[in-house]
């Protein structure tokens, strides 16, 4: 896997259309090849959990608290899951759920440690953490500074070639567009079919817990 600069890229896309003498810049039509450059990566990045962009990061949240920021190179939008540590001798981690319900913030201040979040401007959890834990967030890294030309790419670059000279030669009405489209085609095809890997799932709800509020004292 290759992660060239966006002049890089811009060049090879531009030798692919036959714009080779006009150098990395290629004149008018660098904003364009730019933009289809840049669109390439931000739709395969959406396509898939990406492996090499994957990656956790512990949180540290307090007696009755209830938000926490996102991790720095998190995409707020492509948090996997969270866990907290229930601090018993096993160390045990336990999975959140995701969804809070407006019922629930009926019983948001009972003594436990979080069993539920939502995505918000900040990671809400329900409910209110009951003492100091550590929350484990995994998430998919954000994609990276991508318009100046000194920019890598974040996705495999050879991804981005194929789907930006596909587009780029479908622009130009070129002869041998049909070619790099079904070329783009395959390589979707593929994305598609090891987008969920091995995962098994379950249905929704087998295996929920929460844990029941404790009684008052009246």
Known sequence: MTYRTLET???IVSARLGFGSQGASVGANKTLIDSLLQNAQSQLYWMQNWKKLTAYEDLSIGLDQYLVDYPTEANPERILKIAVNTGSASDLWVELKEG?????YNTQSSNAY???YERY???????????ARDLRV????????FTADGDSATIDDEMILLHATSTAKAHYRQPDAGIWSSQLESLLARIRGTAF????FRAEGKGDWEPMPRPQVV
Do not use: F, S
């Open 197 to 200: 890997g091995n995962k098994r």
């Open 100 to 104: 809070i319900t407006t019922e629930h």
């Open 121 to 131: 401007e900040q990671i809400e959890v329900w409910p209110k953490c009951d003492t």
């Open 9 to 11: 890229l811009r060049g």
């Open 114 to 116: 979080p069993q539920r």
């Open 138 to 145: 995994w998430y998919i890294k954000a994609l990276g500074a």
